[in-house]
């Protein structure tokens, strides 16, 4: 029997031995995918006797998310408190015990917690550890400028929607703010509040960062990408000109002007960007064909998820939509590509999406890599990552850019987006109203650059979007973009 | 050095550890180093004394090694249970001392031939049987998470299957012993126990829907029934009607069904029904709560373990996340608390244990003993496998206990006559001149 009892040893030895090398699995190999998972309430409970980082706002600085210590059981922990409230509560997002975690909460997590692999923090980590301290997370400074997202919240009030700026030669994104909001600090008792908002749209959605994740009709902000996709087709010039009926044949049907009853006759593009005719962008788009439009939109990062620090999932790319995804056409012929030359026929955008259109064709068609964060900094203020300027790409030449940044600047001179006049700055920006097809519940746009003079390169650009408008971007949405671009501009000149 | 100072020195090695993880969750607790921990260790050293001077007379030639591992597995769950509540670490340390009291109560009643056994093996069948049906009896049998395990008898109640599992081996021993010639040959009228067998563990399945019980019981089944005949055929073939005999399970419990729903896609992406609370769910947050909390336990505690008395068993606000965390679940506190290094120890005792059990079986001169020691030893293994493989997603989850670690009296007591069995059949194998009886 002997030899049957050796082998039942090895079997008995073997099944134990499996148990040894599935620990290991889990506990090594699969321990970072396990701890990521949203569901993990012990590693998020966990984490709540780690000093969390705080957050920083750019200017005025400020803490946008602190800790309050509280003894459970013999053990201390931090629980967050958030100071500024709703002000930048999509940005911040919020870290509780009961729910998962949102926003850079969730996103600089291993940062704030100080389980970031970098050595600097392990080896403090481990000596807290060592001496029995709480550890301490790392800080983080984000580049928003508080007082002009209050400008933007305040602006919006109860309206829907949201306002992105950002400066398009470095991408450090000055405002993020979204409508309606949250007081982040309910999120753990007293969520039933956050949900019974005040706002003009059903659902409110008030935990929806309408900023990065909410997909918009884009209207005429659309024909910025067109124009630009014109020239760089050779196709077209500012001064290619067009008789304006009124209204462009696709398909056999009419498509009118936002205003029909006053055709503008002959009409060059650029006139025809400022003054946003429908019909000579709809003859534009089927000269070019959807594909090269979405083509030229690609540049600008459409199709793609904008970078950001925030959650991936908090961010979703611009493009044709069809059945709820994201849809590139096969062919041109998919397309109605006279319709989505002006912004309508299934193209949604983001708000963040379009402020880098309009910080690219700004800056002479270069496009940056939007940042909310600057820097991330140890607790003895010892700098670990700092933010530097990251180019995506070209979008469009340098003469493309210019040349719709001219017409744009008509547009403000003295096309549709007259409100947003600044004294003292060049302004070029884009109106859009979004047919939803429900009468008075248009989604109306501006997006707009701000530079010194004509010369010089935007230092400052935005984009504003409202949900449910009776008026035009021109009326509404415009003057929210010159409030908050002044709040911003007024700190650059004196600092 | 003979074997008796050799498990001297183990027993005060192993109370050393006993002693030190007391004084790191007392550390932890209290932030204080107290003495209690010195006086819990000379206890805990005291407490296994008795047995090891029970075995210094009752067997003196048995293995060296049993016991001190015994008193180590013991240490690591008296300190996990504290941990987790002082009070049950208190209840366990109890049980352990009730558990070494049997231990030598055994040695001492067994000492001139535990062979006796042998001639009383159709009533441990039957006892066995009885045991594992016990549950199911109505006004007696309880039922906890789906699963009849557990019976009251007025304030007691014990958990019949740990007892059945040695009377089982006890009863195959003797047996097997008697039988294996004319079993081996396969004539299908000697084959009529097998399937006898067979049918009882499905029966006990359908009556408790304790399929880890019955996994642990045809597992030790066959094994000894692979030692004592020496055919692989009988093994394939008895696999092949428990898996056959599951796979009609399956189809027709939905109990096992969903066993292994949990344990092939604990995760899902979609919210599927719910049967907790009628309401659609993310399975993770249903029905495979358990297992995944479990998991997320062990992953917390990486390579180096967050420290005894560190982890993290409970929300903030004192909400346990993991339920049957002492019983079921003990292994993910542990390997959350103590880490792999901790984790993979705590299994490196357990081997030791089987290799020592293993030799033991080798070294015995008589079929009854062999199949006697290998029956338990492997079965240890077994019950190891199916309760760890379970939390670790190797095998379905079923609720059993981890052999002297998980809290629960009548587990600890059972594991304690396994031990006794051991050494009983290494003490007469190690016997001088045995060789000549």
């Given at each position: 029997m002997n030899r049957q009892i050796a082998r039942l040893m090895y079997v008995a030895l073997a099944l134990v031995g499996v148990l040894v090398v599935m620990t290991t699995y889990w506990q090594t190999w699969a321990a970072a995918?396990?701890?990521?998972?949203?569901?993990?309430?012990?590693?998020?409970?966990?984490?709540?006797?780690?000093?969390?980082?705080?957050?920083?706002?750019?200017?005025?600085?400020?803490?946008?998310?602190?800790?309050v210590e509280r003894a459970v059981g013999g053990k201390t922990l931090f629980f967050r408190r958030y100071p500024q409230g709703i002000l930048a509560a999509h940005v911040v997002g919020y870290s509780t015990v009961g729910r998962s975690r949102t926003g850079l909460e969730r996103s600089l997590n291993d940062y704030l917690t100080a389980s970031n692999a970098n050595l600097s923090t392990l080896v403090d980590k481990a000596l807290d550890e060592l001496r029995g301290k709480p550890v301490e997370g790392n800080n983080v400074v984000t580049n928003?400028?508080?007082?002009?997202?209050?400008?933007?919240?305040?602006?919006?009030?109860?309206?829907?929607?949201?306002?992105?700026?950002?400066?398009?030669?470095?991408g450090k994104v000055r405002v993020m703010a979204s409508s309606p909001g949250f007081d982040p600090n309910l999120v753990e008792e007293g969520f039933d509040r956050i949900s019974q908002v005040t706002a003009d749209c059903t659902p409110g959605a008030p935990l929806l960062n309408r900023a990065s994740a909410g997909l918009f009709v884009p209207g005429s902000t659309f024909k910025v990408i067109t124009a630009a996709a014109a020239l760089e087709s050779r196709k077209f010039t500012p001064e290619s000109t067009f008789v304006d009926p009124g209204y462009c044949t696709v398909y056999g049907k009419r498509v009118n002007n936002f205003d029909t009853s006053r055709p503008f006759g002959t009409i060059d593009l650029s006139s025809a960007l400022a003054y946003s005719v429908n019909s000579v962008f709809c003859n534009v788009g089927l000269k070019l064909g959807a594909k090269q439009i979405l083509d030229t939109a690609k540049r600008f990062e459409f199709y793609e998820r904008p970078p950001l620090e925030t959650p991936a999932d908090e961010r979703l790319p611009s493009g044709l939509y069809q059945r709820g995804s994201l849809y590139y056409p096969r062919l041109d012929s998919d397309v109605d590509a006279g319709r989505m030359a002006f912004g309508q026929e299934r193209m949604l955008v983001t708000p963040l999406q379009m402020a880098m259109v309009a910080g690219?064709?700004?800056?002479?068609?270069?496009?940056?890599?939007?940042?909310?964060?600057?820097?991330?900094?140890?607790?003895?203020?010892?700098?670990?990552?700092?933010?530097?300027?990251?180019?995506?790409?070209?979008?469009?030449?340098?003469?493309?850019?210019?040349?719709?940044?001219?017409?744009?600047?008509?547009?403000?001179?003295?096309?549709?987006?007259?409100?947003?006049?600044?004294?003292?700055?060049?302004?070029?920006?884009?109106?859009?109203?979004?047919?939803?097809?429900?009468?008075?519940?248009?989604?109306?746009?501006?997006?707009?650059?701000?530079?010194?003079?004509?010369?010089?390169?935007?230092?400052?650009?935005?984009?504003?979007?409202?949900?449910?408008?009776?008026?035009?971007?021109?009326?509404?949405?415009?003057?929210?973009?010159?409030?908050?671009?002044?709040?911003?501009?007024?700190?650059?000149?004196n600092p | 050095m003979t074997a008796r100072n050799r498990e001297l020195l183990g027993l005060v090695v192993a109370s050393l550890i006993a002693g030190v993880a007391l004084a790191s969750v007392t550390i932890s607790r209290e932030a204080q180093v107290s003495a209690a921990a010195v006086a819990w260790g000379a206890m805990f050293l005291g407490l296994y004394l008795v047995a090891h001077v029970v075995a210094r007379r009752a067997v003196p030639y048995a293995d060296g090694a049993l016991l001190p591992l015994t008193a180590v597995l013991t240490a690591f769950g008296i300190a996990i249970n504290y941990r987790l509540d002082p009070e049950d670490g208190g209840r366990q340390a109890l049980w352990v001392a009730i558990g070494v009291?049997?231990?030598?109560?055994?040695?001492?009643?067994?000492?001139?031939?535990?062979?006796?056994?042998?001639?009383?093996?159709?009533?441990?069948?039957?006892?066995?049987?009885?045991?594992?049906?016990?549950?199911?009896?109505?006004?007696?049998?309880?039922?906890?998470?789906?699963?009849?395990?557990?019976?009251?008898?007025?304030?007691?109640?014990?958990?019949?299957g740990e007892l059945a599992k040695i009377c089982l081996i006890v009863f195959l021993a003797g047996y097997l012993r008697e039988k294996r010639e004319v079993v081996a040959q396969g004539r299908l009228k000697d084959l009529g126990p097998l399937l006898a067998i067979w049918g009882a563990a499905m029966l006990v399945i359908m009556q408790t829907n304790d399929?880890?019980?019955?996994?642990?019981?045809?597992?030790?089944?066959?094994?000894?029934?692979?030692?004592?005949?020496?055919?692989?055929?009988?093994?394939?073939?008895?696999?092949?009607?428990?898996?056959?005999?599951?796979?009609?399970?399956?189809?027709?419990?939905?109990?096992?069904?969903?066993?292994?729903t949990i344990w092939l896609h604990p995760w899902t992406d979609e919210r599927v029904y719910c049967a907790v609370n009628g309401q659609l769910e993310l399975r993770q947050d249903c029905a495979s709560y358990q297992l995944v909390k479990s998991l997320y336990s062990i992953a917390n505690g990486g390579f180096g373990g967050t420290g005894l008395g560190e982890g993290t068993f409970a929300s903030t606000d004192g909400t346990p996340l993991i339920p049957y965390l002492r019983t079921d679940f003990v292994y993910s506190a542990i390997a959350q608390e103590l880490g792999l290094i901790g984790a993979a120890a705590l299994l490196l005792v357990f081997m030791l244990f089987v290799v020592r059990g293993m030799r033991v079986a080798l070294r015995a001169q008589d079929g009854f003993s062999k199949l006697l020691a290998a029956g338990l030893t492997f079965g240890f293994a077994l019950q190891t496998f199916i309760i760890v493989g379970g939390v670790l997603r190797v095998v379905p989850l079923t609720g059993i206990t981890l052999p002297f670690v998980s809290y629960g009296g009548t587990s600890i007591v059972a594991n304690f006559l396994l031990v006794a069995g051991l050494l009983l059949v290494s003490n007469r194998a190690n016997e001088p001149g045995a060789s000549f009886r």
């Open positions: 995918g396990l701890a990521d998972r949203q569901d993990n309430a012990i590693k998020r409970v966990a984490e709540f006797s780690v000093d969390r980082g705080l957050v920083f706002s750019w200017q005025p600085r400020k803490r946008l998310a602190r800790n928003i400028d508080l007082d002009a997202q209050e400008v933007a919240l305040e602006e919006l009030g109860t309206r829907c929607g949201a306002v992105v700026a950002l400066d398009p030669r470095t690219a064709i700004g800056v002479g068609g270069k496009l940056v890599e939007p940042q909310v964060v600057d820097r991330i900094v140890a607790p003895g203020g010892r700098v670990i990552r700092v933010e530097r300027p990251v180019l995506i790409r070209r979008a469009v030449s340098a003469d493309t850019a210019n040349a719709v940044a001219a017409m744009m600047r008509i547009g403000v001179e003295r096309g549709t987006g007259t409100a947003a006049q600044i004294p003292g700055y060049s302004i070029g920006g884009k109106t859009g109203t979004g047919e939803t097809g429900v009468p008075g519940s248009n989604t109306t746009w501006f997006i707009a650059f701000a530079s010194r003079d004509e010369e010089s390169p935007a230092e400052l650009a935005i984009a504003v979007v409202l949900q449910n408008q009776s008026g035009t971007g021109g009326s509404t949405a415009a003057p929210i973009a010159r409030a908050v671009m002044q709040a911003i501009l007024s700190r650059t000149e | 009291a049997v231990l030598a109560a055994t040695l001492i009643w067994l000492r001139h031939d535990y062979r006796v056994l042998e001639s009383y093996r159709y009533l441990f069948g039957v006892a066995a049987v009885g045991l594992l049906l016990l549950p199911s009896v109505p006004g007696l049998g309880e039922r906890v998470n789906g699963v009849r395990l557990w019976v009251h008898v007025g304030p007691l109640q014990f958990q019949p399929l880890g019980s019955a996994l642990l019981n045809f597992g030790i089944f066959l094994a000894m029934l692979y030692v004592a005949t020496g055919r692989a055929l009988y093994v394939g073939a008895g696999l092949a009607l428990f898996v056959g005999g599951a796979g009609l399970l399956y189809t027709a419990l939905q109990h096992v069904q969903d066993r292994v």
